[in-house]
């Protein structure tokens, strides 16, 4: 099992660009979550989804969007990437009863 | 609304020095609570997790963390730390009415010196 896989590992964004962040998870969970993790403010929540055909807002929405595509998959897009959107991003999946939470390996943006 | 603090952002002790880290939230309701590790350059796993049961709680590594109730505090032990345990420790709260929304502190750097 692969677990959760990210892609891409890093990218770099000049202002005003858009990208898509893909995660995929092969452990049949039905939860979902995007975080950005910053110096010294831990991880903050993007958006979630609950399981399949649902998505929610996070703590820290704004200029951000998501798709769970099926099951396995939920992608973060950046519609317009702004420099405070520089950050390490980790996708993260967790089953229906524990919330113990099983995270990628991180995507780290740089937006100039 | 739900809070996790962290009491040190950062930490630095010797070999076989013991280690606590402290974690406090801010809850009413039931929690589950979590302590993840995340090493250089690798992303966060699992170290130990209380839901219920026994306040003490072992994880991974010879690492385990004590829940107590009526101080919101959910701290982080070891006897004897090591060189292969400087990493960053997130402690984190997911209250029963927070549904899928896990709350994690700022972390804390730990730097073990050989």
């Known amino acids: 099992n692969a677990g959760v896989t990210q892609t891409p590992k890093f990218q770099v964004l000049k202002t005003g660009q858009s990208m898509t962040l893909q995660c995929a998870q092969d452990?049949?969970?039905?939860?979902m979550y995007w975080y950005r993790q910053d110096p010294g403010m831990g991880l903050r929540l993007i958006y979630y989804?609950?399981?399949?055909?649902?998505?929610d807002k996070g703590e820290v929405p704004n200029g951000y969007n998501v798709s769970r595509l099926n099951k396995r998959e939920f992608s973060l897009r950046l519609e317009s990437a702004a420099p405070s959107q520089t950050s390490v991003y980790f996708c993260?999946?967790?089953?229906?009863?524990?919330?113990?939470?099983?995270f990628g390996p991180g995507t780290r943006l740089t937006v100039t | 609304a739900q809070s996790v603090s962290q009491h040190n952002h950062h930490v630095i002790l010797s070999e076989a020095a013991s280690l606590e880290l402290g974690c406090n939230y801010s809850?009413?309701?039931?929690?589950?609570l979590f302590w993840y590790v995340q090493y250089p350059g690798q992303h966060l796993q699992l170290l130990l997790k209380?839901?219920?049961?026994?306040?003490l709680v072992k994880g991974i590594k010879g690492f385990e963390a004590e829940f107590i109730k009526s101080k919101f505090s959910f701290n982080l032990r070891k006897p004897s730390v090591q060189w292969s345990d400087t990493a960053e420790y997130f402690c984190?709260?997911?209250?029963?009415?927070?549904?899928?929304?896990?709350?994690f502190g700022a972390g804390t750097r730990l730097f073990v010196k050989a």
């Open positions: 993260a999946s967790s089953g229906q009863k524990t919330y113990e939470q099983y």
């Open positions: 452990m049949n969970h039905n939860s």
């Open positions: 989804s609950a399981s399949e055909g649902t998505t």
């Open positions: 809850y009413g309701g039931t929690v589950n």
């Open positions: 209380y839901f219920s049961g026994d306040p």
């Open positions: 984190a709260v997911n209250g029963n009415t927070g549904g899928f929304k896990t709350i």
